[in-house]
């Protein structure tokens, strides 16, 4: 996988996080995307600050 690639998606997630679910959702005042890996870890992507990542954590 290319650099490129993984910038671009990291963007992307970036724009959904700030833009579809910030701005678009009444109340919502952070937001993170998390994925879970083949092996069953779950990380966080794209956290709109630091309040988003601590939320993940106490979830996962």
Do not use: N, W
């Amino acid at each position: 996988m290319s650099r490129r690639f993984l910038i671009f998606v990291d963007e992307t997630l970036e724009h959904i996080t700030q833009g579809a679910a910030v701005r678009a959702v009444p109340g919502i005042t952070c937001a993170s995307i998390s994925v879970t890996t083949r092996d069953g870890k779950i990380q966080t992507l794209a956290p709109t600050d630091e309040l988003a990542e601590v939320a993940d954590e106490l979830q996962y």
